[in-house]
C-alpha cells in the first residue's frame, strides 16, 4: 500500500510510532496516561476525556474531567463494558451525569481475558463522525493501553508475590533459629559431661545431635541471608561500614577450629599485616567466608589441610580458601556458583547442603563489585575466594 492509500495521516503514524516506542521501554500505565489522552484530544477532537482501571493497581487519569466526577462506580462501568465488549466504538448519548456537559462520548472497553478492567472514555459536546483514520487509530491506542494494563498487573502480582515469599522466608527462619539455638545450648551442656557422665552410645548421639542442629543452622542463616535477595539479579540491599578483613577472617576461623579437629583437619590462617581496611558489608562478607570454610570442612577428607588467606595488591583485596580435599572438575566448576547446584558423587553422599553456599558467595563478590573464583584439579584439591576492587564505594569514603 503506498503512503497515499493509507488510512492513517502522517502526523497519526507519527505518534503511532512514538507509542509504540513508548510501550518498548515499558513505561507504567500511570506515566504514559496523561500523553496518551493528549493525543487522544489532538487527533479524536475529544473534548474531554478519562482512562481508568478498576482492578489493582488501580489508574484514574482525566483530561477535562476529575475522579470525582467519576461516580458511576466500578460494578456500573464493568457491566456495561462487558455488555460492549468487541462493539465498534459507537458515539451514543452519555449517562447522567457527565451528560450535562458532554452529551456524546465513546467509551471503549479494556478488556483482559474476556473481563473488562478498564476503560477510556472520549467526550463530546457535539456530535462527532470519525473518519476511517481516525477509527483506526483509536484502535491502535486500545490496543497500546491493552498491553500497558496487562504488564502493570503482571508486574503488581510479581511484587506481592516477591513481598510474601520474603516476608515467609524472614518468618521461616528466624522463627527456626531460636529452637535451633536452645537445642544446640542443652545438648552442648549434655555433651559437656556437667550433667553427669555419657557413655559411649550417649556420647555418640549427642554429637549427632549437635553436627545435625549446626547444620540446620547453617542451613537457616543461608536461607535468611537468600532471601535478602533480589532472585533474577542475586543482588541485595548494602549495608556497609569501615571493615577490617583480617580480624574478621580469624575471628571465623577460630569459631570453625572446633568443627575442624573434629574431622581431623588442620585449619590455618594466614593474615596480610598491611591489608587496607575496606568499606563493606561485613554480615554478607561473614557469611561468604563462613560458607568457604565450611565447604572445605565438609568437602575435604579426615587429615587434610585448609588455609584461610588474606591478601591484597594495589587493585584489590582477596580472601582464600584452600584444601586438600577432592578437588572439582572442569565441567563441574562452570556451574558451582548458581543457585542450588550441588555435584553428585559418592564421596558428598552423607554431606548435607542446600546449594545455596557458593550462590550467595558470588553475589556477596558481585554486589561489591568484584568476582568469586575457584582454581582446583580433581584429587588435589580447591582454591575457593573472593576478589574484591579497591575501588568506588569498597573504599571509605568512596562514591556510592
Ligand atoms: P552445598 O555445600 O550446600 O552443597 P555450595 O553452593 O556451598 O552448596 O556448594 C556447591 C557444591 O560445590 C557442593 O555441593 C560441592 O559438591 C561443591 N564444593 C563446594 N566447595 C567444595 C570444596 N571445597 N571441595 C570440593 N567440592 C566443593
Known amino acids: 500500500m503506498s503512503p497515499h492509500n493509507s488510512p492513517l495521516s502522517s502526523e497519526s503514524v507519527s505518534i503511532a510510532r512514538e507509542l509504540l516506542r513508548l510501550i518498548a521501554q515499558k513505561p507504567s500505565l500511570d506515566a504514559i496516561a496523561p500523553t496518551i489522552l493528549q493525543w487522544i484530544q489532538h487527533i479524536l477532537l475529544a473534548e474531554a476525556a478519562f482512562l481508568t482501571v478498576f482492578e489493582e493497581p488501580h489508574v484514574f487519569h482525566g483530561l477535562g474531567i476529575a475522579e470525582d466526577a467519576y461516580v458511576l462506580g466500578d460494578d456500573w462501568w464493568q457491566k456495561t463494558l462487558a455488555r460492549m465488549i468487541a462493539a465498534e ?96 545450648g542443652f545438648a552442648s551442656m549434655l555433651e559437656s559431661g556437667t550433667m553427669g557422665d555419657l557413655n559411649e552410645k550417649q556420647r555418640y548421639f549427642i554429637e549427632k545431635i549437635i553436627s545435625g542442629v549446626a547444620q540446620m543452622t547453617s542451613l537457616v542463616d543461608n536461607i535468611q541471608d537468600a532471601g535478602r535477595y533480589d532472585p533474577e539479579t542475586g543482588f541485595y540491599q548494602m549495608e556497609r561500614a569501615p571493615l577490617d578483613l583480617n580480624e574478621l577472617a580469624e575471628r571465623i576461623v577460630q569459631n570453625q577450629l572446633v568443627p575442624a579437629e573434629k574431622m581431623d583437619l588442620e585449619l590455618v590462617f594466614v593474615p596480610d599485616p598491611d591489608v587496607p581496611i575496606i568499606n563493606a558489608d561485613q554480615r554478607m562478607l561473614e557469611r561468604s567466608i563462613i560458607n568457604l570454610v565450611d565447604n572445605a570442612i565438609k568437602y575435604t577428607p579426615n587429615g587434610g589441610k585448609i588455609e584461610v588467606r588474606v591478601s591484597h595488591t594495589d587493585e584489590d583485596v582477596t580472601i582464600t580458601v584452600r584444601d586438600n ?11 558451582l556458583f548458581q543457585r542450588h547446584f550441588r555435584i553428585r558423587r559418592p564421596e558428598h553422599k552423607k554431606v548435607k547442603g542446600s546449594g545455596l553456599g557458593l550462590f550467595i558467595v558470588r553475589s556477596v563478590a558481585r554486589q561489591h563489585d568484584g568476582e568469586a573464583f575457584v582454581e582446583s584439579v580433581e584429587g588435589q584439591g580447591s582454591t575457593f575466594g573472593l576478589r574484591l576492587p579497591l575501588s568506588g564505594a569498597n573504599l571509605l569514603g568512596g562514591d556510592l
Not at 94 to 104: G, K, R
Not at 148 to 173: C, D, G, P, W, Y
Not at 325 to 335: D, V
Request: proline share 7%; hydrophobic share 45%.
Open 89 to 184: 466504538p459507537v458515539q451514543e448519548a452519555t449517562p447522567a451525569p457527565y451528560n450535562v456537559l458532554y452529551p456524546l462520548w465513546i467509551s471503549l472497553p479494556l478488556v483482559v481475558k474476556g473481563r473488562s478492567v478498564g476503560c477510556l472514555c472520549l467526550f463530546y459536546s457535539k456530535p462527532i463522525v470519525l473518519d476511517a483514520a481516525q477509527r483506526e487509530w483509536l484502535v491502535i491506542v486500545t490496543d497500546a493501553l491493552l498491553i500497558l494494563t496487562e504488564s502493570a498487573k503482571t508486574s503488581a502480582r510479581h511484587e506481592k508475590l516477591m513481598r510474601n515469599q520474603a516476608e515467609f522466608v524472614r518468618i521461616l527462619s528466624h522463627d527456626l533459629r531460636t529452637p535451633l539455638t536452645s537445642i544446640l
Open 325 to 335: 580435599g577432592l578437588g572439582i572438575s572442569a565441567e563441574n566448576m562452570r556451574q
